[in-house]
């Protein structure tokens, strides 16, 4: 029977790292700061805008929200940041996703000065993260990253089998895992005989947006499992699938009429899997954990243009 991978230790670590770094940086004149951009009122990007700069304050940093209309233009969006890539007071830029339709998002997000873009998003931090150069790299593979670093500090030839290829988690992942001389697959919805391939795993990372798609038979015993995935079950089925009847998980679904689950099917993983990370409360504080590290990367990397 596995661990309960609880994450909770190195979101405190890179916490405490950032509020140090926050220290250090105001003992020498300069005062770090977020900026988060966000267009329209999309309820969940509110309560996730709002646990940024509330984090920033707690960590003795500043950070600003520029909230705007839906109809903002491109053309007013894209002069709001080059206006922040000038602004010598901002060292991190942080544009919230989902942008409306009438918006290029791409166009966007590659206007970001690449040196303040704390997401990691731009082609230029694409770039250096394949290449191996100092960056700023996408905060929820960087934040896996350290878990699984806190897990298991020999990581050299270690087989790590990366579920899904997204620019933001999937790729980013990889490139990591190749940096830290793992022998890195992943997986895609084309990919064949997938279990047998993630079967070989000492690492999984799930990052599909499938609900319980990875269980036992994707597992090789003793693997380290981290379930990036956040997915909402509202089908009681599906519910009835993956959840226990006395489970915590399926007396909120009867409470609420919906339910987060990750990628991860998790009883069945935990029966094989050395450590698996819970979903919600596992990969998402270090997200934002990581986030936090990543302003206070860019504030450095300004002292130093
Ligand atoms: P995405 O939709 O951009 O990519 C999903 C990937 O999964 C694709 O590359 C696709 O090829 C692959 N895929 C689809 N079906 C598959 C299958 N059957 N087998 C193998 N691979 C398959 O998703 P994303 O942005 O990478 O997000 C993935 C999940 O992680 C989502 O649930 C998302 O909500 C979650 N997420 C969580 C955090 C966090 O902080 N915890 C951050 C980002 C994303």
């Known amino acids: 029977m596995a661990e309960i991978w609880n994450t909770q230790p190195t979101v405190d670590r890179l916490l405490s790292e950032a509020k140090s770094g926050a220290e250090r940086l105001v003992q020498a004149g300069l005062i770090p700061k977020l900026t988060v951009v966000?267009?329209?009122?999309?309820?969940?990007?509110?309560?996730?805008?709002?646990?940024?700069?509330?984090?920033?304050?707690?960590l003795g940093f500043g950070s600003d929200h520029l909230q705007f209309e839906e109809s903002i233009s491109e053309s007013e969006l894209l002069a709001t940041i080059i206006g922040l890539n000038n602004d010598k007071t901002?060292?991190?830029?942080?544009?919230?996703?989902?942008?409306?339709?009438?918006?290029n998002a791409e166009k966007i997000l590659n206007a970001i000065d690449p040196d303040k873009d704390v997401d990691g998003f731009h082609p230029v931090n694409v770039g250096r993260l394949s290449i191996g150069q100092d960056g700023l790299f996408p905060c929820t593979?960087?934040?896996?990253?350290?878990?699984?670093?806190?897990?298991?500090?020999?990581l050299s030839g270690k087989h790590a089998v990366i579920v899904g290829r997204s620019n933001i988690v999937g790729k980013p992942m990889?490139?990591?895992?190749?940096?830290?001389?793992?022998?890195?697959?992943i997986l895609h919805s084309r990919t064949q005989n997938p279990q047998q391939l993630a079967r070989q795993a000492d690492i999984v990372v799930a990052a599909v947006g499938r609900p319980g798609l990875i269980d036992a038979d994707w597992?090789?015993?003793?693997?380290?499992?981290?379930?990036?995935?956040?997915?909402?079950l509202t089908d009681a089925d599906q519910v009835a699938?993956?959840?226990?009847?006395?489970?915590?998980?399926?007396?909120?679904?009867?409470?609420?009429g919906r339910v987060l689950y990750g990628d991860v099917n998790f009883d069945s993983a935990m029966q094989v899997a050395g450590k698996v990370t819970p979903v919600p409360g596992g990969v998402g504080p270090l997200t934002i954990a990581h986030l936090m590290v990543n302003c206070i990367r860019a504030a450095e990397r300004s002292r130093h243009e």
């Open 38 to 58: 966000r267009v329209g009122n999309h309820p969940a990007s509110r309560v996730y805008v709002q646990k940024k700069v509330q984090m920033c304050q707690d």
């Open 241 to 256: 699938r993956f959840t226990a009847p006395d489970s915590k998980k399926r007396s909120a679904f009867e409470r609420n």
């Open 219 to 232: 597992l090789k015993p003793g693997a380290l499992v981290a379930d990036v995935g956040i997915n909402e």
């Open 90 to 103: 901002v060292h991190g830029i942080l544009v919230q996703l989902p942008l409306p339709d009438h918006v």
């Open 141 to 154: 593979p960087m934040g896996v990253m350290e878990l699984i670093r806190d897990a298991e500090p020999q």
């Open 174 to 185: 990889a490139q990591l895992l190749l940096q830290a001389n793992c022998t890195v697959s």
